[in-house]
């Protein structure tokens, strides 16, 4: 459990810290630590993966084997220029899946 991290000669209190394992001490690293890896890709697009009147803040869920969770953002938002919308996907690291031709497969 994480009561707060120091950095930069100041104290930031929190419950959680998410980093990379490799950043961690091995002397705070339990043995038994299940290990989660995560794979993410960015695209850009020219179209919507979810079209309305309206621009909007799209979240997908794709089925697949492990599930991929999909954040798409439009010009509104101020990521990408007019015309184009930004895609985030992410999924737990599975052996012998790729997150971009799962996701690339699925939207086209």
């Known amino acids: 459990r994480c009561t707060g991290i120091v950095t930069e000669e100041k104290r930031v209190n929190c419950d959680y810290l998410v ?6 001490p091995d002397a705070i690293v339990p043995d038994d630590l299940d290990r989660v890896g995560t794979q993410r890709c960015v695209y850009v697009t020219e179209r919507s993966v979810l079209p309305a009147d309206k621009e909007q803040i799209s979240l997908v869920s794709l089925p697949t084997r492990e599930p991929v969770h999909i954040i798409e953002v439009g010009p509104g938002t101020a990521a990408c220029p007019k015309g184009l919308h930004v895609l985030h996907a992410s999924c737990r690291d599975v052996d012998g899946m790729r997150l971009d031709d799962t996701v690339r497969e699925s939207l086209v």
């Open 19 to 24: 980093l990379p394992d490799k950043y961690i």
